[in-house]
């Protein structure tokens, strides 16, 4: 039997993937930052395409509306706690990355730093761990920054989301999703 074509178009983006694929961050994902930053693309692209998902959850809402199979409540309500659920998750598995990377590579930098300080007499060996250091240092630079992006990337998407659900809040007693809420509203982490 063959296999079933691959999902194109916006349906590709908004569906979620047939065969996700479980990713472990190591410490070894952290030093390698071209992998890390496309870890971290593929974790925004929920917020990349916050309108589309707001359009097509609306969408789908409405259908089951019609059909009777919708939940009570108003479907514009429905479809903004839905992609308000989605995006939440996303940032804290986002930021759960960003941190853990963050403590990996000020470890690694703490870690160098003890190494070079211990380097006396031989000019070689402590030219090659001030290389390193300085290495260890653009590489926590560029991680560190990425807690910045995330802050500027939830205050966008919580523009977006508000553009077109007025009128949604987490629920009070969604203590978590009203943490993110917040946070997203004065570009903090929660």
Known sequence: MPSPPPLLGSLAVQAPSLAPQLVYVSPTTCHNLSLFKDLLREYRRLDDTITMRLNRSDAQ?????????????????????????????????????????????????????????GQHGDARAQRKAQADLFAEEVKRNQVHNELSVERIIRKRSLDAFQSRCRYFTPPMNDIEARNWWNAAQSQEAP
């Open 61 to 117: 809402f409405r259908d089951r509306d019609r059909v009777g199979s919708n939940k009570k409540g108003n479907v514009q309500d429905l479809a903004c706690e839905y992609v308000w659920k989605e995006l939440v998750e996303n940032w804290k598995r986002r930021t759960e990355i960003v941190d853990y990377c963050v403590n990996v590579v000020d470890q690694s930098m703490n870690e160098k730093r003890r190494v070079l300080e």
